[in-house]
């Protein structure tokens, strides 16, 4: 098999490989929404670490901005502008 990635020994990679494709979908799905979680978590976390000041819904904007662009982020805005948006 040839490899995938470049800073990975082949063996340890044809290892993982096998590691994964013994599981189960349920379990790859598990894990895909665990490390997604964990991504987001952290994301919005280092966000809100280098704005403290900021308000959540200002967070929220940032989150949004960094991930998904400028250009929805400002639909987003104008969105919960226009709508019966809560600061939780």
Same mark, same amino acid.
């Given at each position: 098999?040839p +490899?995938?990635? $470049?800073d +990975? *020994?082949?063996k340890?990679?044809? @290892?993982? @490989? $096998?590691l @994964?494709?013994?599981? $189960?979908i &349920? !379990?790859?799905?598990a894990q895909?929404a &665990?490390?997604? &979680?964990l991504t987001? *978590?952290l &994301?919005k976390?280092a966000?809100e670490?280098? *704005?403290p000041?900021?308000n959540?819904? !200002?967070?929220?904007?940032?989150? @949004?901005?960094?991930?998904?662009? !400028?250009d929805f982020?400002?639909?987003?805005n104008?969105?919960?502008?226009n $709508?019966?948006?809560?600061?939780k």
């Amino acid at each position: 098999m040839p +490899t995938r990635t $470049s800073d +990975t *020994n082949p063996k340890t990679e044809e @290892i993982l @490989i $096998s590691l @994964i494709r013994g599981k $189960s979908i &349920s !379990e790859r799905l598990a894990q895909l929404a &665990s490390l997604t &979680s964990l991504t987001i *978590n952290l &994301s919005k976390r280092a966000i809100e670490r280098a *704005n403290p000041k900021m308000n959540k819904r !200002e967070l929220d904007l940032l989150f @949004i901005k960094y991930h998904y662009g !400028e250009d929805f982020c400002n639909k987003v805005n104008e969105y919960l502008l226009n $709508s019966a948006y809560e600061e939780k």
